[in-house]
C-alpha cells in the first residue's frame, strides 16, 4: 500500500525542519506533501530545502482546509498526517504510527504525546491528536463535506467516520514527542484566545455532549 504524509503547516519555518529531518526518506514512506496554509514567515522556503512536494495556498484557510487540499492531491491507500509543530519526532516513533495500519491490525492510529493534556492520557486517548494514519477509504466521497468543515474540525470529523464505519483504533504512546503550546508559540494572551477559537470550531463541528460519546465510543473500538 502507498503511503503519503501529509504535513499542513501555518508559520513553521522555526520548527518545520526538524519534523521534516524525521520524515523524509522513511522506508515506510513514499511521498511527503507539505501544505504551507498562507503562512507570512518563511515556511515555505524552508520546506523547498527538502525533497517534498509543496502545495502553497494563497491565504490561511485553517488546519482542514490545509488538509483537505492535501487529501485531494494524493490517492495513496494509507495517509499519515504529521503536524508541523512536533518537538522531539523520530523515525521510530513514525513506525509506531504507521505499523497498526499498514499491517491491517486497525484503520487510524492516533497519537498520544508526552504532553497530551493530562485526562487524555490518563484515559489512554487523545481523542484531538493531530498525529495519525489512516486508511484512505475512511475519508473517500467526504469532498464537500471537508468544505463544509470549520478551520480546526477536521480531528472530531474523521473520529465521527471512524465510528460510523465501526473500526478498529490503535493509540500509539510518542514518547518524548511534544507539541509546543500555543502560549508558547504566540504569547500566553494570543494563546489563549487560539486556544478559545479551536475549542469553539470542535462544538461547532460535533457539541460538547457528542465529544464525550466519541471519547466513549472510540476507547471501546482501541485495539
Keep these: 500500500m502507498r503511503l503519503t504524509c501529509i504535513i499542513p503547516a501555518y508559520n513553521e519555518a522555526a520548527r518545520l525542519g526538524s519534523v521534516l529531518q524525521a520524515v523524509i526518506g522513511h522506508p515506510l514512506i513514499d511521498e511527503v506533501l507539505v501544505v504551507d496554509d498562507g503562512s507570512s514567515d518563511g515556511t515555505s522556503e524552508v520546506a523547498r530545502g527538502y525533497p517534498v512536494r509543496l502545495i ?12 483537505a487540499r492535501g487529501f485531494a492531491e494524493t490517492a495513496s491507500e494509507v495517509v499519515l498526517l504529521i503536524d508541523a509543530d512536533l518537538v522531539g519526532l523520530s523515525p521510530a516513533h513514525l513506525t509506531a504510527l504507521i505499523a ?3 499491517e491491517g491490525r486497525a484503520a487510524m492510529s492516533i497519537s498520544l504525546r508526552d504532553n497530551a493534556p493530562g485526562p487524555w492520557r490518563w484515559i489512554g486517548l487523545d481523542y484531538i491528536s493531530g498525529e495519525r494514519a489512516i486508511r484512505r477509504d475512511l475519508i473517500a466521497g467526504q469532498d464537500e463535506a471537508l468544505r463544509r468543515l470549520p478551520k480546526f474540525g477536521f480531528e472530531v470529523f474523521l473520529n ?23 502560549s508558547a508559540k504566540y504569547g500566553f494572551w494570543a494563546g489563549i484566545w487560539g486556544d478559545v477559537l479551536m475549542m469553539r470550531d470542535l462544538f461547532r463541528a460535533v457539541p460538547p455532549l457528542g465529544l464525550i460519546r466519541q471519547i466513549i465510543a472510540m476507547r471501546r473500538m482501541r485495539v
Design 56 to 67: 502553497t495556498l494563497a491565504q490561511n484557510g485553517g488546519k482542514t482546509a490545509a488538509l
Design 100 to 102: 497498526p495500519v499498514k
Design 160 to 182: 465521527g467516520l471512524a465510528i460510523k464505519a465501526g473500526v478498529k483504533i490503535a493509540v500509539v504512546r510518542l514518547p518524548g514527542v511534544v507539541s509546543p503550546l500555543k
